[in-house]
């Protein structure tokens, strides 16, 4: 969208004052007088000398009267201050952070900000819609997609800037309910449909099957013989403390690795087991006598891999398994891993596995090697599973990697959670994009502000009294901290509650209440 013909001249602009500064100013901030009530999260435009103009945002906002101040104690002095029409004397004061030079922003689309603060008594100014709109409405031939509306200006589009958002990754966090899964399908939809992007979605809950007009749905399988060592720990749940059952799994995971038996991938596990046991039968490892105090631990193991076997063999574990990483991340698709299924441990092997596969793809295919031919986005549900903060898990440490290198090799991140503070600290603070919807336990909210540069504490103080569908966001992905109303995603099934009431309601044993969910659209 061109905005270069956008004057500045207040005649033109038609520019409706509002109020005045007051007090000592700075270059940061500004408080004013205003005729109304100002809006938080609405723009204001502030006058400088010399004809400039300093477009900021309203944080906060105060209703005061001297008749009826704080200090007043005695009851019948509301009384008397009504008969003196209090109403009349009721002032009104708003805080505004100043964000950027206006002229800077419409002509040249740069964020330049005020060095030095306006006068005291300097007007300010409502931000029309048609200044809003050269600020936030952008093309997407230029990698822009819509998220929503501004909140206190509706008839205004919000854009934001896909290559910011893969490049320097993204947190959209939320209490549950407030509309976390809504603004992940708005974004996903218009990137697949509108930029033809690719998105891998780590779907814990399985909510994600109608995200865009084309969806490749997986349920994500492995190659046991392309496993890790770390991932068969992970799957057998061997803790660090394991030790013995560790060193026998790695002693019969290196000698097939190494052996000729590797030619046949689809009997790894079987030539596993069967490795284990003959330890127990022979008595030895590696032609070295076993410790008669390391039977159990070898009985354990082999009962372990057994049970592996029996509970994922031919589902999640599958020598037919593909092979090329193409055909289980779709180009320009929404690459769906529904893991509703799964336990804890599976999710966090399958969810490595792959994440580590794609990041060394992109890297081969940045030298010319082949590797996966795109960049991708990697979207990952209930991030504080998988990426906890004080645990350690596969996923977090393929995640680290990404979030350090992704951006060289096109493969960003999008950490999706209702518990920030449960969050992998060094995982979200690399997250320089930010959706911020309703948060109420103050322990995330400290923790949300301490991981991001620009969430200022009046920002933060907002966030409880957001409504359903209403965002913070920040970050180099939106031309400005704005206060915003997401699109509502129609075409999502539904992750929200169960109409319980209905399906009590219309339960029928005799009928077979179990197609009942189908009928009222479940």
């Not at 019969?252 to 596990?269: D, N, R, V």
């Not at 990404?402 to 493969?411: L, M, P, T, W």
Request: charged share 25%; proline share 5%; with cysteine.
């Amino acid at each position: 969208m061109s905005t270069g013909n956008v004057g500045l001249d207040l005649s033109q602009l038609k520019l409706n004052e509002i109020g005045r500064v007051i007090g000592e100013t700075s270059h940061v901030g500004i408080y004013f007088t205003a005729v109304r009530p100002p809006r938080v999260g609405e723009y204001v435009i502030i006058e400088y000398p010399g004809n400039e103009y300093v477009l900021g945002i309203v944080e906060l906002s105060k209703i005061g009267n001297p008749l009826v101040s704080s200090s007043t104690t005695q009851v019948d002095t509301i009384a008397k201050a009504e008969a003196f029409g209090v109403s009349r004397h009721d002032y009104m004061i708003g805080y505004a952070r100043l964000l950027a030079s206006l002229s800077k922003l419409i002509r040249e689309g740069k964020v330049e900000t005020p060095k030095y603060p306006p006068r005291p008594a300097a007007r300010v100014f409502e931000a029309s819609d048609d200044i809003l709109r050269a600020v936030f409405v952008k093309d997407s031939n230029d990698g822009w997609v819509r998220l929503g509306s501004l909140v206190n200006h509706p008839n205004v589009p919000f854009y934001v800037n896909v290559q910011a958002l893969v490049s320097r990754h993204l947190a959209i966090l939320a209490v549950t309910g407030a509309g976390k899964s809504n603004a992940v399908a708005v974004l996903v939809r218009r990137i697949v449909d509108e930029l033809n992007g690719t998105v891998l979605i780590i779907d814990m809950h399985s909510e994600y099957s109608n995200v865009a007009s084309r969806v490749n749905r997986v349920r994500p399988r492995v190659n046991p013989a392309d496993l890790t060592l770390s991932e068969y720990y992970r799957l057998l749940n061997l803790e660090p403390k394991a030790s013995k059952q560790r060193l026998y799994l790695r002693e019969a995971y290196s000698g097939i690795k190494s052996g000729p038996a590797l030619k046949e991938p689809e009997k790894f596990l079987d030539l596993l087991i069967s490795e284990v046991e003959d330890y127990l039968q022979s008595g030895k490892c590696k032609g070295r006598k076993i410790p008669s105090s390391d039977r159990n631990s070898i009985i354990d193991l082999l009962l372990k891999l057994r049970d592996l076997k029996d509970r994922y063999w031919g589902t999640v574990l599958s020598p037919e398994a593909p092979v090329e990483l193409a055909s289980v991340i779709k180009v320009g698709y929404a690459n769906v891993f529904q893991l509703g299924e799964v336990d804890e441990e599976v999710a966090d092997v399958i969810t490595s596995h792959y994440l580590r596969r794609l990041l060394d793809e992109r890297k081969r295919h940045r030298t010319g090697s082949g590797g996966y031919p795109v960049p991708v986005l990697v979207v990952i549900e209930e991030a504080h599973i998988l990426i906890p903060r004080n645990r350690s898990t596969l996923t977090k440490d393929i995640v680290a990697r990404i979030a350090r290198e992704g951006r060289k090799f096109g493969v960003g991140l999008c950490l999706v959670s209702q518990r920030p503070k449960n969050i992998d600290d060094n995982a979200l603070s690399q997250t320089n994009n930010k959706i911020i919807l309703k948060l109420v336990e103050p322990g995330d909210q400290r923790y949300v502000q301490s991981a991001s540069e620009t969430l200022s504490d009046e920002l933060l103080s907002l966030l409880p009294s957001l409504n359903t569908g209403e965002a913070i966001v920040l970050g180099l992905m939106s031309p400005l901290p704005a206060l915003v109303k997401i699109d509502e995603a129609k075409w999502k099934s539904s992750g929200g509650d169960l109409p319980v009431h209905k399906i009590w309601l219309n339960y029928r044993s005799e009928e077979g209440g179990d197609d009942f969910y189908g009928e009222i659209g479940i």
